[in-house]
């Protein structure tokens, strides 16, 4: 059973940067495609990123474009990062790291593609 964790969240003012990491446990024989979901209070779960299985294609989310970078630490794509610039207020959430073995690029920005999932780590954004 794949293990998904996530850390570096915390309680930043708006405007500065973090960097969250995700690691999968398992080194799988395939690359991981991974990706970063938020939820604030309140709200639906949203996609923020996802870096696919090649390592090099990546997708974000409309409100995090531009300021959030979503990498990989490795071929496998098994510790990927998610560096966070010029924070708003509206990035307050828990976020969730997700991973599938799955190779389709079709809805890459949807939960329902991904098997395996971290317990979240809180990131607060204080305007």
């Known amino acids: 059973q794949v293990q998904v964790v996530e850390s570096g969240g915390g309680l930043v003012q708006a405007g500065t940067s973090l960097r969250l990491e995700c690691t999968a446990s398992e080194h799988a024989f395939s690359p991981y495609t991974m990706a970063w979901f938020r939820q604030a209070p309140g709200k639906e779960r949203e996609f923020v990123a996802a870096?696919?299985?090649?390592?090099?294609?990546?997708?974000y989310g409309r409100s995090v474009k531009g300021r959030f970078t979503i990498s990989s630490a490795d071929t496998k794509n098994s510790m990927v990062y998610l560096q966070m610039n010029n924070l708003i207020a509206e990035d307050t959430a828990v976020y969730y790291c997700?991973?599938?073995?799955?190779?389709?690029?079709?809805?890459?920005?949807?939960?329902?593609?991904?098997?395996?999932w971290g317990q979240g780590t809180q990131v607060t954004v204080s305007s």
């Open positions: 870096i696919h299985s090649d390592g090099r294609t990546v997708y």
């Open positions: 997700a991973a599938t073995l799955t190779q389709s690029r079709s809805n890459i920005g949807k939960e329902l593609s991904y098997d395996f």
